[in-house]
């Protein structure tokens, strides 16, 4: 409604999905796809499969030229383990607009914590056959996954908040019913109702 649209911003929602079934077409381990952002990925574990189809929406972002890129995703188990269940991670290219998001976050009182894209991490996603793989290994897995995601936004501003944690909760606590949390949309809204 007028009342939460944001004035002198244009924003764009961008929902990739796909049904995640299995049939005999489905990706392999050790194959190479090129998705939208014509970057080649070979496939080291096909449970990454979400950040294949974030990767082609952020790809189609930067075409429609904005001056920000903001990804939510329930993306790795591991920024769970480094922030737990309450907190979401983080990464940017940009300081600046992290720290800003981190305000908006802070005054709706959801729960962010910037993580670092290390960049010694990306060596991980280096592969003989193609641009990048699609995982690194074990050891910080987070930041390798935001590594990856970086790799589709070209040199456009962009935030990629990881909320493996924070988006389920199996008991309520606050003001989040037992389920499916909605969060990061209170920071979001604040955010983009204080843009200049």
Not at 30 to 46: C, K, P
Not at 180 to 193: C, K, N
Request: aromatic content about 10%; overall charge negative; proline content about 3%.
């Amino acid at each position: 409604t007028s009342r939460t649209r944001p004035r002198n911003v244009e924003v764009h929602f961008l929902v990739p999905t796909a049904e995640n079934l299995v049939s005999r077409d489905a990706y392999k381990v050790m194959e190479i796809v090129t998705g939208y952002g014509g970057i080649s990925v070979e496939v080291l574990n096909t449970d990454a499969e979400g950040r294949l189809l974030l990767a082609d929406a952020l790809a189609y972002a930067t075409e429609l030229e904005p001056d920000e890129i903001v990804d939510c995703a329930t993306l790795t188990g591991s920024c769970v383990v480094a922030l737990g269940n309450e907190t979401a991670g983080v990464f940017s290219n940009d300081d600046g607009f992290a720290r800003r998001f981190l305000d908006a976050a802070g005054a709706v009182d959801e729960s962010m914590w910037q993580m670092p894209l290390t960049e010694r991490i990306e060596e991980q996603l280096k592969s003989e056959f193609a641009d990048t793989k699609n995982v690194g290994t074990r050891w910080g897995g987070a930041i390798s996954a935001g590594l990856f995601l970086r790799k589709f936004v070209k040199d456009f501003t962009w935030l990629h908040v990881d909320l493996a944690g924070p988006a389920m909760t199996e008991k309520e606590w606050e003001y989040v019913n037992r389920g499916g949390t909605g969060f990061g949309v209170l920071t979001l809204h604040d955010y983009a109702s204080t843009a200049e």
